[in-house]
């Protein structure tokens, strides 16, 4: 088991919540002369107590969770250690759940995060919310290809909602032609071979609040934000490099050809779905079944899509798919 370092450099930010707090002075003899602004007082560009507050978390970030100084308890996950505080893990109450359950032996208290069944959080995103615990500086190291672990690491060990909220956002923006194949697998787990999808991988219930609304934000790239970046509805010429030199269409027909049934089934039928009107959302969605089965082979489900003249036939929308699962062969046996 290897001993890691507590963390990560900063970058010089401070906590953004203690400007607007103003705490009450008094002054000897009634000196109202006492209360110049903190603006102007002896020259400071800030009050006094703000610095002294930006010195205190900084210390506790870099002496602390940096650099383990004067640890009294042992985090173990991931194949990792961290030398930590008790009285700053408690501020998540994942962790002061776990140390008030764990044997403490002798002076230092060691815990153990077991994440085998939690594969969305990443060591890198566990370790940007540990950080969080002691300063927000950790909300500049969440980026595009780790957002999604610092979310699910933020929302497992609770009382993180800053660190989540930005996430959630970072996740959000990340979503592009590029990424969407791994947000797709985000939406459904890959089924095994009896056709049932395991419990254990790709589990989104770690997200909580965030695992809908990320559900919703992919739905709505798909039908929304997608076709029109693709310009799918429209005969203008593509914008240059988004599908690499390959129609638009096309792009989102292949895109559409891994998106779990559930959701393709739900973007196809949807009036708001970015490509024109009822019959081209057919079309489009004939052509997508084509490619889907090709890429499933033979033995899968059979899709199947028809469109209802008139409207209002399939809960209001004129185009309705629909899947059944093949008959087995049935084998005679002689007697």
């Given at each position: 088991m290897s001993t890691s370092i507590n963390g990560f450099g900063t970058n010089g930010l401070v906590p953004h919540d203690?400007?607007?707090?103003?705490?009450?002075l008094s002054y000897p003899n009634g000196d109202q002369a006492a209360s110049t602004s903190f603006s102007t007082m002896n020259g400071y560009a800030h009050p006094p107590y703000q610095l002294h507050n930006e010195e205190i978390v900084n210390h506790l970030y870099n002496a602390g969770f940096q650099t383990g100084n004067y640890a009294d308890t042992i985090l173990h996950v991931h194949q990792n250690s961290y030398r930590l505080h008790a009285i700053i893990l408690s501020r998540s109450p994942f962790l002061a759940h776990l140390m008030s359950t764990s044997p403490q032996s002798g002076?230092?208290?060691?815990i153990y995060v077991h994440l085998e069944h939690e594969p969305e959080v990443t060591q890198e995103?566990?370790?940007?919310?540990?950080?969080?615990?002691?300063?927000?500086?950790?909300?500049?190291?969440?980026?595009?290809?780790?957002?999604?672990?610092?979310?699910?690491?933020g929302c497992l060990l609770g009382g993180m909602d800053d660190l989540c909220g930005y996430s959630y956002e970072t996740?959000?923006?990340?979503?592009?032609?590029?990424t969407i194949a791994e947000w797709l697998k985000f939406v459904d787990s890959?089924?095994?071979s009896n056709g049932m999808s395991p419990t254990d991988m790709h589990s989104t219930s770690v997200f909580g609040i965030y695992a809908q609304r990320l559900r919703d934000d992919i739905f709505n790239y798909l039908v929304v934000t997608l076709p029109n970046l693709l310009e799918v509805h429209s005969t203008s010429p593509m914008e240059p490099g988004l599908s690499q030199g390959v129609g638009?269409?096309?792009t989102?027909?292949?895109?559409?050809?891994l998106v779990p049934f559930d959701m393709f089934k739900a973007a196809a039928e949807s009036p708001i779905f970015q490509i024109g009107s009822d019959q081209a959302r057919f079309k489009f969605a004939k052509d997508a079944i084509d490619l889907r089965k090709r890429a499933r082979g033979s033995g899968a489900a059979e899709e199947t899509v028809v469109l209802a003249f008139g409207g209002g036939n399939f809960g209001?929308?004129?185009?309705?798919?629909?899947?059944?699962?093949?008959?087995?062969?049935l084998w005679k046996v002689n007697a």
């Amino acid at each position: 088991m290897s001993t890691s370092i507590n963390g990560f450099g900063t970058n010089g930010l401070v906590p953004h919540d203690t400007e607007n707090v103003q705490p009450e002075l008094s002054y000897p003899n009634g000196d109202q002369a006492a209360s110049t602004s903190f603006s102007t007082m002896n020259g400071y560009a800030h009050p006094p107590y703000q610095l002294h507050n930006e010195e205190i978390v900084n210390h506790l970030y870099n002496a602390g969770f940096q650099t383990g100084n004067y640890a009294d308890t042992i985090l173990h996950v991931h194949q990792n250690s961290y030398r930590l505080h008790a009285i700053i893990l408690s501020r998540s109450p994942f962790l002061a759940h776990l140390m008030s359950t764990s044997p403490q032996s002798g002076g230092q208290r060691s815990i153990y995060v077991h994440l085998e069944h939690e594969p969305e959080v990443t060591q890198e995103g566990f370790a940007i919310a540990l950080g969080y615990l002691y300063s927000a500086v950790s909300l500049s190291l969440i980026s595009p290809e780790n957002a999604r672990g610092v979310l699910a690491a933020g929302c497992l060990l609770g009382g993180m909602d800053d660190l989540c909220g930005y996430s959630y956002e970072t996740c959000k923006r990340s979503m592009n032609v590029d990424t969407i194949a791994e947000w797709l697998k985000f939406v459904d787990s890959p089924p095994t071979s009896n056709g049932m999808s395991p419990t254990d991988m790709h589990s989104t219930s770690v997200f909580g609040i965030y695992a809908q609304r990320l559900r919703d934000d992919i739905f709505n790239y798909l039908v929304v934000t997608l076709p029109n970046l693709l310009e799918v509805h429209s005969t203008s010429p593509m914008e240059p490099g988004l599908s690499q030199g390959v129609g638009g269409r096309d792009t989102l027909l292949r895109v559409f050809s891994l998106v779990p049934f559930d959701m393709f089934k739900a973007a196809a039928e949807s009036p708001i779905f970015q490509i024109g009107s009822d019959q081209a959302r057919f079309k489009f969605a004939k052509d997508a079944i084509d490619l889907r089965k090709r890429a499933r082979g033979s033995g899968a489900a059979e899709e199947t899509v028809v469109l209802a003249f008139g409207g209002g036939n399939f809960g209001g929308s004129a185009v309705h798919i629909t899947k059944k699962m093949k008959k087995r062969p049935l084998w005679k046996v002689n007697a």
